[in-house]
């Protein structure tokens, strides 16, 4: 834990006595049905494994949650301390990339097995567990021997439905609003956050998934009370655990996305050493532009793309005029105008990218027609490309180059709108104008060489972004 501030060890440890605390109970309490505790908690650490296994694709991106159907059919079926116990083995055993990877998987047994307890306790104080007797109860039947099957009249058993349905997604409402809340509170901790971006978008996430498989619990607790036993509740698991398993390639395959563009923009960054951390800013301008005219969410992170990776045809470009101080020569401007169309080739191949290859190719054209590769004007230019070109532009002059100095936003903003209707297009810069004006411009990548928004502004004239 050396590597954690002093306020995230305390917070995790706080977390580990109250996981224990919570599990105590079971411990001290004779009723406890171990066989059932034993046989869930196993189950889901052997599900945490396979998805683990080499043999059926590789680890799991960590990020993307754990297995929980086990785990909530163990809120529906045993006592809260019970459950909170089913929750450590899984917990440990979750998939886990970044170290501190013990303090990592402490945590995630902690957090889990708090949540399982409170969701535990909200199901039982609604009836959840009445509800899932059923008809067993009102037949007199005792429940099936420590929650594993049916009792001695198991012809007798059905669920009450569909009033168990609303202690059980409270429940699960439950769960996901604790392991959240402690993610927030976790983050907040270890990396310093402010309190209130810490759990920014971690409930919206999250609370779809965790309902989905709380009901997927609910189902393996209903089997597994049920004539049937145990081996009918096994059966909900394989379909859930092949749609984890497909979201886990989804990520993977984002992950390798993610990947190529990185670098691709190293590359850049260690050939043009001016403009080191310029895609990045770009891809950020992007998006805000992209919000700000409402484009959706998937278009959105289409754009942020093309602006990071707008500048990867310079790879096609000399060093030398890279890294030139001083202005070009018309033959050597010309050489490097080329850049867009190198950065359409190379990219050309690349399935994913999409519309972003168009935003590369034209991210120099100009509403007058003006612009190069191919001259185009006005809507004819991709929208994406001009959103590009004025993020493009905009982190030019706001940035310090071997030719200008930095100019600040105000002054920035003020020159995009003088060139507005002729080299860009005015809605885009209405967006970023509209985007800085409400949000501020907090670029997330700096580059050793530049500075943001210095007082002493550059000489007036058009953008330079090359």
């Keep these: 834990m050396r590597a954690l501030p002093p306020t995230a060890r305390a917070y995790v440890l706080a977390a580990v006595l109250a996981a224990a605390a919570c599990a105590a109970p079971a411990l001290a309490d004779p009723a406890t049905p171990w066989p059932a505790v034993a046989l869930l908690a196993v189950l889901y650490l052997g599900c945490e494994l396979l998805r683990t296994c080499p043999l059926v694709g590789g680890r799991v991106p960590e990020g993307i949650g754990s297995f929980f159907p086990v785990l909530t059919a ?65 037949a007199g039947a005792p429940p099936g021997p420590d929650g594993a099957g049916p009792g001695a009249d198991p012809s007798a058993w059905v669920a009450d439905f569909p009033y168990v349905m609303l202690p059980a997604t409270a429940a699960a409402v439950v769960f996901c609003l604790v392991l959240t809340a402690l993610d927030g509170g976790v983050l907040a901790a270890a990396e310093r956050r402010p309190a209130a971006t810490a759990w920014q978008g971690l409930l919206t996430r999250s609370l779809a998934p965790h309902c989905v498989h709380g009901l997927a619990g609910l189902m393996m607790a209903v089997l597994w009370r049920s004539p049937y036993g145990i081996p009918a509740a096994l059966l909900v698991l394989l379909p859930m655990y092949i749609s984890c398993w497909v979201f886990a390639q989804y990520h993977r395959e984002r992950a390798a996305h993610r990947a190529t563009i990185r670098a691709l923009v190293q590359a850049v960054d260690i050939k043009d050493r001016y403009t080191r951390g310029h895609s990045e800013r770009v891809g950020q301008a992007s998006a805000m532009i992209a919000r700000e005219l409402g484009m959706a969410d998937d278009r959105l992170e289409v754009v942020r793309i093309a602006g990071i990776l707008h500048d990867v045809g310079k790879l096609g470009v000399p060093t030398r005029l890279l890294r030139k101080d001083g202005p070009l020569t018309p033959e050597e401007r010309r050489i490097i105008e080329l850049h867009p169309e190198y950065g359409h080739e190379m990219v050309r191949g690349i399935g994913f990218l999409g519309e972003a290859r168009s935003a590369i190719l034209h991210h120099h054209e100009r509403v007058d027609g003006r612009g190069y590769p191919y001259g185009l ?90």
């Design 377 to 466: 004007s006005g809507e004819q230019i991709p929208v994406l490309a001009r959103v590009v070109a004025v993020a493009d532009s905009f982190d030019a002059m706001t940035s310090t180059r071997s030719y200008s100095r930095a100019r600040p936003v105000p002054v920035a903003l003020t020159e995009l709108e003088r060139c507005a209707g002729a080299q860009f297009d005015p809605a885009v810069v209405r967006a970023l104008v509209g985007a800085i004006g409400r949000h501020g411009w907090h670029p997330v990548v700096t580059s050793d060489d530049d500075l943001q928004v210095i007082a002493a502004g550059g000489a007036p004239g058009a953008p330079a972004a090359i």
């Design 74 to 138: 163990a809120v529906f079926l045993l006592p809260p301390a019970a459950a909170a116990l089913v929750a450590v083995p899984g917990g440990l055993a979750q998939a886990v990339v970044t170290r501190p990877a013990g303090v990592r998987r402490v945590w995630h047994a902690a957090q889990q097995a708090v949540a399982a307890w409170a969701a535990g306790g909200v199901y039982g104080l609604l009836g959840g567990r009445a509800a899932l007797a059923g008809s067993r109860a009102a």
